[in-house]
């Protein structure tokens, strides 16, 4: 899990509440934190991988992106499964050298191969999932500026900078102060400890304070921008708010659910830090309260890589497609098949085809205007919800041209009498 806990850990005097949250039934511990990275990471892979022809993801066919955000929601996938693999290999480590941690001690001041794992591997864990709250909260951002500007794929640049640029400096900063002056001989003292832990829970503050906000703004914002296409408010704008209500509902309910007992459990923590003596018997309760936190951090925490996805893109399911070629015939045959089914009934398969024929549609009557602009942004904050994101296009865009369908056989009409 990413606890700056155990980063104070690896310091052979550490204090005594880190010491008793820490080796209380290690081998536990590290089986469950080690089932919960593998699993998530081993399904949030599925998720990430192309699918067979007839799955509905926007993702997979060349549609027009107008907005950095898929791509952020990528950058945040793996930033959730480069975590969860430290985190495998960590308690991998640990499981099958249980002795490795004993050795960080402050009698054993030769052997520094185990203190250089514990920093290194502890580093590697709040790192990615550093960047990864980073990353979620340039996704609320932008997600925001795509609705009220139109802003395109080129801020991407500037979030790559933010995000690496704040994840590496705070990290190296807060362990920095950590280990001062060295990683044996760690500096005592809370003060000296809670730079370290601010850097670690600031980002992680940041997206659950800030994120809600954005998202609020930006649903008021879709709102509007609905309401003002077509001068009313039909089912299928409705419905496409409604969706974007819930997708930026379930990003926060995600984040809320595997990084709150992060808060919690340091509140205890610290709290049993600043007693002169943890033991006593009036602290039995909230020391049973920082161990359950403990273990639900261990396994919740390496689960943010497989919910993340689930909440960018809903369940993906098994048809996994890993012959690249097949892949490209596929997007291509995807572009070029034809449009709707007979009789107006919806094919969820065509979805995709149709979305991308409005396009083509549209590109050739030169009607790629900012309102048109507006639309796909629009589509893209709902992606994962095929229904929601076709039938706003095919309501507006594939009705407008079969409107200049009819315009143009009503001409032909006329010339021929």
């Not at 081998?27 to 998530?40: D, I, N, R």
């Not at 004993?102 to 590697?124: H, K, L, R």
């Not at 932008?142 to 395109?152: I, P």
């Not at 033991?279 to 020391?287: A, C, E, H, S, V």
Request: aromatic share 10%.
């Amino acid at each position: 899990m990413a606890s700056p806990r155990l980063e104070t850990f690896c310091c052979p005097n550490r204090d005594a509440a880190t010491e008793f949250v820490v080796t209380f039934q290690p081998v536990l511990f590290g089986a469950l934190s080690l089932g919960s990275a593998a699993l998530s990471l081993l399904f949030a892979v599925l998720q990430l991988l192309p699918k067979r022809k007839g799955y509905r993801r926007l993702g997979q066919y060349p549609l027009p992106r107008p907005a950095s955000s898929s791509r952020i929601q990528f950058i945040i996938s793996v930033c959730d499964i480069l975590g969860c693999a430290g985190i495998i290999v960590r308690s991998s480590v640990w499981l099958g050298l249980p002795n490795i941690t004993e050795q960080i001690s402050v009698a054993n001041s030769t052997d520094v191969w185990p203190e250089v794992f514990c920093v290194g591997s502890a580093m590697w864990i709040q790192l990615f999932f550093s960047a990864s709250f980073w990353w979620t909260f340039c996704y609320a951002v932008d997600v925001f500026l795509v609705v009220k500007t139109s802003a395109g794929i080129s801020t991407i640049i500037l979030y790559h900078m933010i995000t690496w640029g704040l994840a590496v400096l705070l990290c190296v900063e807060g362990v920095a102060m950590l280990y001062y002056p060295s990683i044996s001989d760690c500096e005592q003292g809370l003060q000296h400890a809670i730079p370290h832990y601010v850097t670690t829970y600031a980002p992680m503050l940041l997206v659950l304070v800030a994120n809600p906000v954005f998202f609020n703004r930006t649903v008021s914002a879709v709102t509007s921008l609905l309401k003002g296409r077509q001068g009313i408010y039909t089912e299928n704008e409705r419905r496409l708010g409604n969706e974007i209500k819930i997708r930026f509902f379930k990003i926060m309910l995600v984040f809320f659910i595997c990084w709150a007992p992060n808060i919690i459990n340091e509140s205890l923590l610290f709290y049993l830090e600043m007693q002169t003596d943890i033991n006593d018997g009036g602290f039995r309760n909230i020391k049973n309260a920082a161990l359950i936190t403990w273990f639900i951090m261990g396994i919740l925490n390496p689960m943010q890589a497989l919910l993340n996805t689930l909440a960018f893109h809903g369940w993906t399911g098994f048809n996994v497609d890993l012959r690249l070629r097949r892949r490209r015939e596929l997007a291509w045959d995807s572009a070029s098949t034809s449009a709707p089914t007979a009789g107006g009934g919806h094919n969820p398969i065509m979805g995709t085809t149709l979305l991308y024929q409005s396009h083509i549609q549209e590109a050739k009557k030169n009607m790629m205007g900012n309102g048109q602009r507006q639309s796909d942004d629009i589509s893209i904050l709902s992606e994962g919800s095929e229904s929601s994101t076709v039938e706003i296009h095919i309501s507006s865009e594939l009705q407008d041209y079969e409107d200049v369908d009819a315009d143009g056989e009503s001409t032909e009409n006329s010339v021929r009498q």
